[in-house]
């Protein structure tokens, strides 16, 4: 297994491999693990009961899946990183705002899927978490030195594996006895159910800064649909596989949260060995998702200012540095992990959603998927330093989504008025698209009418 040579570049054509049918396995793998299955448990902890809490769990990763499938879409037609794509939007200096933002998610999953694999380790073992979690980092940062090819093949191998070993505990979780009420539909918090479909789609649109890192070795005749429904297949059916499961343990085994890796295992009786592997494995696949997206974020955020050349040395000591970071939140948020877990994925909603809006309007509506990608890599190039249309849509959007939102330290105006329902991703998605739409199709139009006129005079 060689070390991959790309970081940020494009990739030329003759290194493109793969088929789109490769992404289900990615993204199916992505989510059978213990951190999707807590996810799972939020909407029962908000308040729902099981019948309420699965709709929401199905309408939110639907919903949110939609827009992650939309970004896979990008890799192969451009070849390039999803973030620095980024760069044709809000320009070459001004997509460092959104990278720097997107750098705080994948060291955010980092720390909490670390702590949950580090749970499970010590439950198995006599290692002490502080140092499981030390010995689990070491393990994702050693993966991530080798990077593309080694991921897509782990995945593979947990997506297998993950299937046949989640269909035995799916089996012995439904066998669980419920509590009465679990299946009724009536008596539903309508805001408690809004604020828990944002918080699953929200799930979802944590992928899109990086899906399309993915996709992009895919070659270039790769039919856009396929490399959508594959992405949008494989992430579906993982999330809501493994989110079903967390609601329906949460009520089925009391304190079941306080040790989800340990409890869940238990189940297989004197087969647990084997669940607590598939349970560590699916937590070290994701991490290393998680620290691959983090080295290629820095790489794109100081490539600007500094033309460097990602040699193996290079590389190993950037994800080294990544993985320090990464590996200090997870030592600092052992003591709450379900309070510093929810704080953090709807936090982070408020910062993705305005940007996935911009990008998908960028590239379906105004520019159809044609970019010039060297200029990508241009400060002096046609998207320029900073392109001020995104950068304020963006910002705009942000402060538009604060009355909207619902977190465990503020709650908006408007979301008390709504008791308590959080509708600020759908600002976020519509308020950017029209900030930028407009402005940015005029902008467009007169360079076009402005390069006819060189034509004609040429």
């Known amino acids: 297994m060689k070390v991959e040579t790309r970081s940020i570049e494009y990739i030329p054509a003759e290194e493109r491999h793969g088929k789109a049918r490769d992404l289900f396995p990615i993204w199916f793998g992505a989510n059978m693990h213990i951190t999707t299955l807590v996810t799972g448990a939020l909407p029962i902890a908000l308040g729902l009961n099981l019948f309420w809490s699965l709709a929401a769990i199905i309408l939110g990763t639907l919903l949110g899946a939609i ?93 297998w594996t993950s299937f046949l070993i989640y269909l035995v505990a799916t089996f012995i979780v439904f066998q669980l006895p419920l509590p009465s009420g679990s299946w009724t539909m009536g008596n539903l918090d309508l805001p408690v ?15 899109a800064p990086y899906v399309a890192d993915y996709s992009r070795y895919l070659p270039v005749s790769t039919p856009a649909s396929q490399t959508f429904w594959y992405s949008y297949a494989g992430t579906s059916i993982g999330t809501i596989w493994m989110m079903t499961l967390g609601a329906t343990l949460t009520i089925a085994i009391p304190n079941f949260l306080d040790h989800s890796g340990g409890n869940l295992a238990h189940l297989f009786g004197s087969f647990a060995i084997i669940m607590f592997l598939i349970i560590i494995f699916g937590q070290l696949a994701i991490n290393v998702f998680n620290l691959y997206g983090a080295f290629m974020a820095t790489i794109t955020t100081i490539e600007p200012f ?111 008025a709504f008791e308590g329902a959080d509708i600020a991703w759908v600002i976020g998605l519509v308020v950017p698209a029209v900030l930028y739409y407009f402005p940015m199709k005029k902008k467009l139009n007169n360079e076009k009418c402005a390069e006819d006129k060189i034509e004609r005079v040429i």
């Open 67 to 159: 827009f992650m499938a939309s970004h896979s879409a990008q890799g192969p037609q451009l070849g390039i990183p999803q973030m620095i794509q980024s760069r044709a939007q809000f320009g070459v200096i001004g997509a460092i705002f959104p990278l720097f933002l997107v750098m705080f998610v994948y060291l955010g999953f980092f720390a909490s899927s670390g702590l949950l694999a580090a749970q499970t380790l010590s439950s198995l073992t006599s290692i002490d978490q502080t140092w499981s979690i030390v010995f689990l980092n070491v393990l994702c940062f050693i993966a991530t030195i080798y990077g593309y090819n080694l991921i897509h093949k782990m995945q593979k191998l947990l997506s």
């Open 193 to 207: 159910f809004l604020l828990a479909v944002s918080m699953v789609a929200t799930w979802q649109l944590a992928y």
């Open 306 to 416: 500094i033309k460097l050349k990602v040699t193996p040395k290079v590389r190993i000591g950037m994800i080294f540095s990544v993985t320090v970071v990464g590996t200090g939140l997870c030592l600092l948020g052992q003591s709450n992990f379900l309070a510093f877990f929810l704080n953090f994925i709807f936090f982070i909603s408020y910062f993705l959603i305005p940007w996935t809006s911009i990008n998908l309007v960028d590239y379906y509506l105004l520019r159809r998927g044609r970019y010039n990608v060297k200029d990508i890599f241009d400060l002096n190039g046609q998207y320029g330093k900073i392109n001020w249309i995104a950068c304020i849509a963006f910002l705009v959007s942000i402060l538009a989504e604060i009355p909207f939102i619902n977190t465990s330290f503020y709650v908006g105006p408007i979301a008390k």
